[in-house]
């Protein structure tokens, strides 16, 4: 079964420190990588995509780390926040299909 | 406003009893997707459509019925045949067809059975 493996479950990061959530993939054929932010009781919400023909990519605090010969892919929240504290969803998608990570619980001390 | 609403909020049902969930969007998207969250579990599809009466299972589809008869609404239906209903439920839509990576949720129904 293809999975979108992802960790850690849960992360702690002091203010101002950086966030790092890793994932990694089986299937070659994917071809967005995006990650979701979702906050207590909301719905996720798209935060940034990658493609695998680029090895990074960055839009303010965030960016997304690809490695495609590691079939593993990252995000870094530089600067973290407290109201970073969310939920962070990697996933894959390809045509016909999206498979999303289990999901990291980041939460940002003050 | 555009977006995704979903109601109610917070359901309360007892074990035997089917529920409706209801999803509508004023987005203009072809595509919509339910969605079941669980605490560890990610996000897992019971089902999606990709045009108006038509339909596809998910991964997690038993138990659950849905219909497609206008593009702005999706309902969910959970039947008494769903052996562990409870969970918090997801609809969501996207603007070019089925599993475009950029899908719009909304902000979820939260079913308890008893």
């Keep these: ?110 | 406003d555009g977006g995704i609403t979903q109601s109610p909020k917070y359901l309360f049902r007892k074990e035997g009893q089917n529920v409706t969930l209801s999803c509508e969007q004023n987005l203009n998207h072809d595509a919509m997707y339910w969605y079941r969250q669980d605490p560890g579990q990610g996000l897992r599809l019971i089902y999606y459509s990709q045009i108006v009466n038509d339909f596809q299972k998910g991964d997690i589809a038993e138990g659950y019925s849905v219909s497609r008869e206008k593009k702005e609404s999706f309902p969910l239906t959970v039947t008494s045949a769903q052996k562990n209903p409870t969970a918090f439920y997801l609809c969501a839509s996207s603007p070019q067809g089925a599993f475009n990576y950029e899908q719009y949720f909304g902000p979820g129904t939260r079913l308890t059975v008893t």
């Design chain 1, 1 to 110: 079964q293809q999975q979108v493996k992802q960790s850690p479950q849960s992360l702690i990061v002091q203010k101002g420190g950086i966030s790092i959530i890793n994932c990694a993939y089986e299937n070659t054929a994917f071809d967005y990588f995006p990650w979701y932010q979702q906050f207590p009781g909301k719905g996720p919400a798209l935060l940034i995509a990658i493609r695998p023909d680029v090895s990074e990519k960055k839009e303010g605090r965030f960016t997304i780390s690809f490695n495609k010969s590691a079939k593993q892919f990252s995000l870094h929240i530089m600067d973290s926040q407290p109201g970073d504290s969310a939920t962070y969803f990697c996933a894959a998608s390809q045509n016909d299909k999206i498979i999303f990570g289990k999901g990291t619980r980041l939460h940002i001390l003050p």
